[in-house]
Antibody
Framework: EVQLVESGGGLVQPGGSLRLSCAAS????????MSWVRQAPGKGLEWVAN????????KCVDSVKGRFTISRDNAKNSVYLQMNSLRVEDTAVYYC?????????????WGQGTLVTVSS | DIQMTQSPSSLSASVGDRVTITCRAS??????LNWYQHKPGKAPKLLIY???SLQSGVPSRFSGSGSGTDFTLTISGLQPEDFATYYC????????FGPGTKVDIK
């Protein structure tokens, strides 16, 4: 069974940093692109970033460019989201998601999310 | 970015009802359109991908159709476990989601 477990969320002040982790199990981690998707309170879903199987290609939404960095450690079956210069509008539940096949952004498995709150 | 809209934003239905949700894209996305089900505090779940392909393990009462800019998700015979929020998502370009349709109990 595919399992994705996020951790690392919490309360941080504007301008601060946080690193999210996602531990994957139940599948061959090196066979899938991985993504982060977020949901702000009372809002819909927003794709944030993704990373290729070997980590050689990374993409992200314009609103986080220069502030967030996605990475992965295939030896640890984990994907990370380093979030710097956090803003109040980054407050959201952050989900780790597996992409179905290649770079195609069909998210076929999701974690339960970790809450990030940016507030003073 | 391609903007996605959904209608209605919410609906009330009874067990056994046929429910149809519409999703519209601001420009053509071909058939690059997925549907997800999301319950509070749970992981979102992929229902339909590439407009009409049923994800493995998803009940056949869920179906998707459409192409270009207009898509529909149909639930034929609503079950108690189907009360949730449903999102469409295009992946023709940078992925974007619709605002969601909340289905609750009448």
């Amino acid at each position: 069974e595919v399992q994705l477990v996020e951790s690392g969320g919490g309360l941080v002040q504007p301008g601060g940093s946080l690193r999210l982790s996602c531990a994957a199990s139940g599948f061959t981690f090196t066979s899938n692109w991985m993504s982060w998707v977020r949901q702000a309170p009372g809002k819909g879903l927003e794709w944030v970033a993704n990373i290729k199987e070997d980590g050689s290609v990374k993409k992200c939404v314009d609103s986080v460019k220069g502030r967030f960095t996605i990475s992965r450690d295939n030896a640890k079956n984990s994907v990370y989201l380093q979030m710097n210069s956090l803003r109040v509008e980054d407050t959201a539940v952050y989900y780790c998601a597996r992409q179905l096949g290649g770079s195609t952004t069909i998210f076929d498995s999701w974690g339960q999310g970790t809450l990030v709150t940016v507030s003073s | 970015d391609i903007q996605m809209t959904q209608s209605p934003s919410s609906l009330s239905a009874s067990v056994g009802d046929r429910v149809t949700i519409t999703c519209r894209a601001s420009q053509s996305v071909g058939i690059y359109l997925n549907w997800y089900q999301h319950k509070p505090g749970k992981a979102p779940k992929l229902l339909i991908y590439t407009a009409s392909s049923l994800q493995s393990g998803v009940p056949s009462r869920f179906s998707g159709s459409g192409s270009g800019t207009d898509f529909t998700l149909t639930i034929s015979g609503l079950q108690p476990e189907d009360f949730a929020t449903y999102y469409c998502q295009q992946y023709y370009s940078t992925p974007t989601f619709g605002p969601g349709t909340k289905v609750d109990i009448k």
